[in-house]
């Protein structure tokens, strides 16, 4: 987030521009605004590692937003704008935040979760008027403020909260050192060099800033000098449209984005100009094969994956030939070091499915979560872990099967539905897939997939016989569906990844345990 030198440089250029409006933000304004707001925060008495939250969409004002903690040494949560008002006070209230920031057409959800939340001292609105005391247009709050940086700059940090798939959200604090914002932590430095990002990128966010993946791209964008071509809302034509007309160097996607542009029209795909493409990363699911092979078919060998957490407790990268070489891979570590593990903490033979574990310079540390904390980290505190399932290959590259929550067992034995999901993912007839377990009285669990139907396709018997059998076709019987239900739409995440606790939770209704 922070420029340096760029500031200068570019001045008059473009940090930002957004898809849907195009407008513009150049560097002079966005340094300007950046330096009042962290002038404003020292006038309320905000000091370096204290807490602040931002809840807004994608909107023209968020980056600056975030920018002032950067420099000003606190943290700064970014909030999923989809949360409602009780999940939303949860967080203000978890975070120990002082300050609110959001738009007006958040205003009346953050309102609510200020009732909740009694340590939010002022609310300052983007883009909304003044009411009081307590809400504050932002510009005018920071108007009687220097453009130039505060005397006491250094370097703050995000402090993002998990996607809580169970229960409350987790915050994830990181270590903050006590150094200039323009030297970057180490976690910043490896996502920098192994992302190959470059000055003067330009590079396209198609999913929600608040997102850990597309906030750190947009964080290190503007520290290289780069440009921001920022979607308000995902558009698989829009895509292209925007590659073509801001050439485009870097972009960032999830699978779900991947499928549906490629079942684009061909002549719709062929009709843009991507050549300008340099690096197209992919992460925050496992993507199934042949949709990763499609994709580097159409782009060419420049689709990189990333494996990682918030946590930021490692780092895992995988190129195209890499991939092509190592089918399935989500890549091979590059920061922290991996190591498959089980239930008793002994490590694992290659090949051998585990949780995976990384050594690492970052411990994982959850706000004010010891609990949690335990869980998550070595009792010597040299490894963690965010439940993971996988293996190790002889030349180290990591495959996942699964998150440690969703593995099913039935009759004793052990099944990770991820194999299922992405090949269910390959049917024409679907959309989209989730695979998980339900309650069985005789084997514990069995195997249930709830399936979205592709546009214009019929569900019922004769279509969830035809799944299992082409199931059954490509896998052991046993990691196959006993039986297949139909949903019109599925529960995401604003990123677009697939939230499958709340399908899998209606099958376990009104039992007190999920082992049978």
């Known amino acids: 987030m922070y420029p340096g030198p760029h500031a200068v440089a570019r001045a008059h250029e473009p940090v930002q521009i957004m898809a849907r409006s195009g407008e513009v933000l150049t560097y002079a304004e966005y340094e300007a605004r950046a330096n009042r707001l962290a002038h404003y925060f020292r006038s309320r008495g905000l000091k370096r590692l204290d807490h602040y939250s931002v809840f807004l969409e994608n909107h023209p004002r968020f980056i600056e937003c975030c920018a002032a903690g950067e420099r000003s040494g606190l943290y700064f949560t970014n909030i999923n704008c989809f949360l409602t008002a009780p999940e939303l006070a949860y967080i203000l209230d978890n975070s120990e935040s002082r300050l609110l920031i959001t738009s007006r057409a958040k205003l009346s959800v953050a309102l609510a979760a200020m009732r909740e939340a009694p340590r939010i001292e002022i609310c300052l609105v983007v883009d909304g008027v003044s009411d009081g005391e307590r809400v504050v247009n932002l510009d005018e709050a920071t108007a009687g403020f220097p453009a130039t940086p505060i005397a006491d700059e250094i370097i703050g940090h995000s402090m993002l909260y998990s ?21 970057m932590t180490p976690v910043q430095a490896a996502f920098w060099k192994y992302w190959l990002l470059r000055e003067r990128a330009v590079y396209l966010i198609p999913a929600p800033l608040y997102h850990s993946a597309p906030w750190a791209a947009t964080a290190l964008t503007i520290r290289g000098g780069g440009t ?68 580097i078919d159409w782009l060419g060998p420049i689709v990189h994956e990333y494996y990682s ?12 030939a890499q991939w092509l070489a190592h089918k399935g891979t989500v890549g091979k570590a590059v920061y922290g070091e991996p190591h498959i593990l089980d239930d008793e903490m002994t490590e694992l033979p290659l090949g051998r499915i585990g949780k995976i574990w990384f050594k690492s310079p970052t ?10 904390n335990a869980a998550a980290n070595s009792p010597d505190g040299t490894m963690s ?30 099944i990770y539905p991820q194999e299922c999901e992405n090949l ?23 195997v249930k997939a709830v399936v979205q139907p592709a546009p214009g396709v019929a569900a019922g018997p004769e279509l969830a016989a035809e799944l299992i059998g082409f199931c059954r076709e490509h896998l052991a019987h046993v990691k196959c569906p006993r039986s297949i239900d139909f949903e019109a739409d599925f529960p995401r995440l604003p990123t677009g990844k697939l939230y499958k606790q709340p399908l899998r939770d209606r099958y376990w209704q009104g039992r007190k345990s999920r082992i049978l």
């Open 309 to 320: 957490a918030t946590e930021g407790m490692g780092l895992a990268m995988c190129d195209s």
């Open 424 to 446: 269910l993912a390959t049917h024409p007839k679907v959309a989209d897939a989730a695979v998980f377990g339900v309650p069985n009285e005789e084997m514990g669990e069995e």
């Open 163 to 183: 996607s809580g798939t169970t229960g409350h959200p987790k915050g994830i604090l990181r270590p903050l050192p006590e150094q200039p914002p323009l030297q």
């Open 385 to 414: 872990t965010v439940g993971d399932i996988g293996y190790l290959d002889a030349e180290g590259f990591i495959y996942l099967t699964d998150r440690a929550a969703f593995m099913i067992i039935s009759g004793g034995v052990n």
């Open 363 to 372: 411990r994982i540390n959850y706000f004010h979560d010891e609990a949690k």
């Open 228 to 295: 921001l071509i920022v979607m308000e809302k995902f558009d698989e034509e829009e895509v292209l449209r925007l590659i073509e007309r801001h050439r485009v160097t870097h972009a960032q996607f999830v699978p779900t984005m991947f499928s549906r542009m490629l079942k684009l029209p061909e002549a719709t795909r062929r009709r843009y100009d991507l050549s300008s493409l340099e690096m197209v990363l992919h992460g925050a699911a496992p993507c199934p094969a042949p949709v990763k092979q499609a994709m």
